[in-house]
């Protein structure tokens, strides 16, 4: 019988040997009824399963579903049992997942979803990724213990938690210490050496400045990515880098986690008839620069947003940052929103983004690598359907405001715009799949099919003896947005120096 079995089903439909199997197990196992007795009922059942067996068709359950394999072949997925230091340990001292949480104690709460905030909500922080994809795993319904028949390998490490006890303070080996040992301890696994670890993938909550850390003796993060394993593996990522193809951006966490169609659809329809007062909002607070320095798109939307009555802000600096953890108020901005600006801050991307869908507010970029070029397994690929973008160089001349671009957008425009936006919120979000099965196909289950697709092909070039073309990784970002590595395109000066 599987490992774990007290804590995942078998996949919603089986085929007749593995029918056969499970009832002769069953019985063989026996309860209060003695031996003879036992032996003389797993000879009769096998006796009559052997004749279903011959039968043509498939043995129905009185629901009329069809027992069989078929709808996990192919989707089969192996967990690593890791040793504990690798994930559960680290939750330990979970207050430090975020430095800047005001509730950081209870981040690990419901699978990671955090401090439940009534219904599908939840005070999820945006570093608590790993867990919620290490619980969605545990109820994925097509698990196995055969790494043979696995379509690929999830590795259940918890990178982002790890670094997050190291980012401030500890020396380079401390930080390097956990993704050197589990790169040996991969190596080491029979499972690696099928596919020299191309069919493994883990999932990391932070970004990926976090684990690429160029210099020995660099001052931020670990070099966990730039490791030859994890080079052959994929780690699923908050936010991926443009030049690099071992690594893929999948949503941040929000708030909402539904359960049902029912939940999902309920809100949709919700925030498409919300009455929407400001025609553009920010929430954020503005970055530190050097004296003299140029400003920043976001201290430039933050002024420009301050000056018009259209815009709300919401300003999270100093002794005011308190009002960006919180849901309700970060919710409540959005929904009154027609826009909501996603100017880069720290790294590119902002959890923001994501908030602000889910209330369908249309989010507004000024850098591609914001969104455009970092999540093309969950957005679509036209960019314009969805968001308007504002490019960060004709805001800097400031020959036109943030907000008269916005009103040259007619209401048909928007409401265009909005409806998209809703639409693709099954594959923003996480589901909660602890209350029942899966009604819907959410942000988790878009990234596990794409990575068995990713390792599909990678199997199909092994065994052809091709490989990508590894000379042309640094137009990744080229890659997901046009769907090829050559010719110039016209956001090249955008990558040409950001990192």
């Given at each position: 019988?599987?490992?774990?079995?007290?804590?995942?089903?078998?996949?919603?439909?089986?085929?007749?040997?593995?029918?056969?199997?499970?009832?002769?197990?069953?019985?063989?196992?026996?309860?209060?009824?003695?031996?003879?007795?036992?032996?003389?009922?797993?000879?009769?059942?096998?006796?009559?399963?052997?004749?279903?067996?011959?039968?043509?068709?498939?043995?129905?359950?009185?629901?009329?579903?069809?027992?069989?394999?078929?709808?996990?072949?192919?989707?089969?997925?192996?967990?690593?049992?890791?040793?504990?230091?690798?994930?559960?340990?680290?939750?330990?001292?979970?207050?430090?997942?975020?430095r800047w949480a005001g509730d950081a104690c209870h981040l690990a709460d419901n699978g990671g979803f955090g401090r439940g905030l009534g219904g599908d909500w939840y005070a999820t922080d945006q570093f608590t990724l790993e867990l919620i994809f290490h619980s969605r795993m545990r109820q994925y319904e097509c698990l196995t213990?055969?790494?043979?028949?696995?379509?690929?390998?999830?590795?259940?490490?918890?990178?982002?938690?790890?670094?997050?006890?190291?980012?401030?303070?500890?020396?380079?080996?401390?930080?390097?210490?956990?993704?050197?040992?589990?790169?040996?301890?991969?190596?080491?696994?029979?499972?690696?050496?099928?596919?020299?670890?191309?069919?493994?993938?883990?999932?990391?909550?932070?970004?990926?400045?976090?684990?690429?850390?160029?210099?020995?003796?660099?001052?931020?993060?670990?070099?966990?990515?730039?490791?030859?394993?994890?080079?052959?593996?994929?780690?699923?990522?908050?936010?991926?880098?443009?030049?690099?193809?071992?690594?893929?951006?999948?949503?941040?966490p929000t708030y909402f986690h539904p359960s049902t169609v029912a939940e999902l659809t309920a809100w949709q329809n919700r925030v498409l008839k919300q009455s929407r007062p400001w025609l553009f909002s920010f929430a954020g607070a503005p970055r530190w620069r050097p004296p003299n320095s140029t400003a920043s798109l976001r201290?430039?939307?933050?002024?420009?947003?301050?000056?018009?009555?259209?815009?709300?802000?919401?300003?999270?600096?100093?002794?005011?940052?308190?009002?960006?953890?919180?849901?309700?108020?970060?919710?409540?901005?959005?929904?009154?929103?027609?826009?909501?600006?996603?100017?880069?801050?720290?790294?590119?991307?902002?959890?923001?983004?994501?908030?602000?869908?889910?209330?369908?507010?249309?989010?507004?970029?000024?850098?591609?690598?914001?969104?455009?070029?970092?999540?093309?397994?969950?957005?679509?690929?036209?960019?314009?359907?969805?968001?308007?973008?504002?490019?960060?160089?004709?805001?800097?001349?400031?020959?036109?405001?943030?907000?008269?671009?916005?009103?040259?957008?007619?209401?048909?425009?928007?409401?265009?715009?909005?409806?998209?936006?809703?639409?693709?919120?099954?594959?923003?979000?996480?589901?909660?799949?602890?209350?029942?099965?899966?009604?819907?196909?959410?942000?988790?289950?878009?990234?596990?099919?794409?990575?068995?697709?990713?390792?599909?092909?990678?199997r199909k070039q092994i065994r052809e003896g091709t490989a990508d073309d590894v000379a042309e990784e640094k137009y990744t970002w080229k890659q997901s947005l046009v769907g090829t590595n050559v010719g110039d395109d016209e956001w090249d000066h955008y990558f040409s120096h950001w990192g």
């Open positions: 019988m599987d490992r774990q079995q007290s804590s995942r089903e078998y996949p919603m439909s089986i085929g007749k040997k593995d029918t056969a199997r499970l009832l002769i197990h069953h019985l063989s196992l026996g309860g209060g009824v003695d031996t003879v007795r036992r032996m003389f009922y797993v000879v009769v059942v096998s006796l009559v399963l052997c004749f279903l067996l011959l039968l043509p068709g498939e043995v129905s359950s009185p629901a009329g579903t069809a027992l069989t394999s078929s709808g996990c072949d192919g989707r089969y997925i192996f967990v690593q049992e890791l040793p504990a230091r690798f994930n559960v340990d680290l939750l330990r001292n979970c207050c430090v997942f975020s213990d055969d790494p043979d028949r696995a379509a690929a390998v999830f590795v259940p490490f918890y990178p982002g938690i790890e670094m997050g006890h190291h980012l401030w303070g500890s020396n380079v080996s401390v930080r390097d210490a956990a993704p050197l040992e589990l790169s040996q301890w991969l190596r080491s696994r029979p499972e690696w050496t099928k596919m020299g670890g191309r069919d493994h993938f883990m999932v990391a909550g932070r970004i990926t400045w976090d684990f690429r850390r160029w210099t020995e003796d660099g001052d931020w993060g670990s070099k966990l990515l730039l490791l030859p394993e994890l080079k052959s593996m994929t780690t699923l990522i908050i936010e991926s880098s443009p030049w690099h193809r071992n690594d893929m951006a999948i949503p941040y201290d430039l939307s933050i002024e420009q947003c301050r000056a018009s009555a259209r815009c709300k802000l919401l300003d999270c600096a100093g002794e005011r940052a308190g009002s960006c953890f919180s849901p309700r108020r970060i919710m409540a901005l959005f929904e009154s929103s027609v826009f909501c600006l996603q100017p880069v801050g720290d790294s590119p991307t902002r959890r923001s983004t994501f908030d602000a869908m889910v209330a369908g507010c249309v989010p507004v970029f000024f850098h591609p690598g914001s969104a455009y070029t970092q999540y093309a397994w969950h957005l679509p690929r036209d960019y314009r359907r969805y968001s308007v973008f504002l490019p960060e160089e004709v805001v800097r001349q400031g020959n036109e405001s943030i907000e008269l671009a916005l009103r040259k957008i007619t209401a048909e425009e928007v409401a265009a715009m909005r409806k998209e936006v809703v639409g693709m919120l099954p594959r923003l979000v996480y589901g909660d799949r602890r209350r029942g099965a899966a009604e819907f196909d959410d942000a988790f289950d878009v990234a596990v099919e794409k990575v068995i697709e990713r390792v599909q092909k990678q």
